[in-house]
């Protein structure tokens, strides 16, 4: 049999709603593995028929195609279009190059799909767990994954070693883990402060926030968006994490869906300036006051996106 050389390794299929999860599950893998996003593409496709080359994507261009299943999958124009692509491949080559993560609460899939190309694992293992089921797919279609480079990383701690030495030396101090205190109570004001602001220019609006010793929700309809703060055994600071959950709570289950999952490190960027780094990328800095805001808006555009 010829070697197949795939224009990508892994292309996904999801709902608008849903656009969010694929995002961050994207980020995850893109540095090791090409990936085809619809809406990350738009440069690809701007002068061709979309749906000529989305079918073109997933029918045969991709190694992979990942699914985020919701039980509306299959039934818009657009989804409609991904799930005839890819049950017209399956009918030709197998399902073997599928995967499907349920993202409903119970888990649901279609009929006609194998057991063993069902991911269900989301709400246990988060994005991180996905990212890793992905590339083991990968590599077992016969993939291959690129390394990411430390070339960056190396340059930005030679480039300020003093600074690096002082930062490590603060975030390993008492000092350090007591303004790390401080910036996530002013993590959880700037939610509610957001919270507030929205209310008092809608009255109508039904946002709840509720706030624990290291626990903060805030609740829209049938959404609610949750940071926790896990802290390490041994350094409490340095390795502890910052966890950030948007959920969909069940009809039936007292457990919510996560839809997604975040996690943050407290980071000092330069002296007297504080806030949070998505994962250990540096450059992801952002401060207690723009997380509050991003945050809350990923709540109103997802209970937005479903009333739809």
Known sequence: MNKV????????????????????????????????????????ISNTDSE?????VLGKQSRSVIVLFS????????????????RNRASKEGYNFL???????????PKYLPKVQIWA?????????AATAIEEMVRSLGGE??????????IKI?????????RSKFLESVNGFEIAALELKKLFSALESEKNKIQESDKSSSLRYQKEDRKCIVHYGEFSIRFYLQ????????????????????ESSNDPQILAIEEYHFEIKKVGVYGWIKDVDSNSFISSKELAEESIKLLLTQADNERE
Not at 75 to 86: D, G, K, Y
Not at 99 to 109: A, S
Not at 121 to 126: E, K, V
Not at 239 to 247: H, N, R, T
């Open 99 to 109: 995967l499907f993560i349920p993202l409903d609460t119970p888990p649901t899939t």
């Open 52 to 56: 000529k080359t989305v079918k073109d």
């Open 145 to 154: 994954s690129k390394e990411k480079s430390a070339t960056n990383i190396v």
């Open 71 to 86: 039980n509306k999958w299959g039934t818009t124009p657009w989804t409609r279009i991904e799930e005839e692509a890819l």
């Open 121 to 129: 694992s989301l709400a246990q293992q988060g994005i991180k767990g």
């Open 5 to 44: 050389n795939y224009k990508y390794e892994v292309a996904f299929a999801f709902l608008d709603k849903d656009e969010y999860l694929a995002d961050q599950i994207n980020d995850l893998i893109k540095d090791k593995l090409k990936t085809f996003l619809y809406s990350k593409k738009q440069e690809d």
């Open 231 to 250: 802290p390490a055994k041994n350094n409490p600071l340095m390795d502890s994490y910052l966890y950030f959950e948007l959920q969909k709570q069940g």
């Open 158 to 166: 030679k480039t300020e070693p003093q600074f690096e030495i002082e």
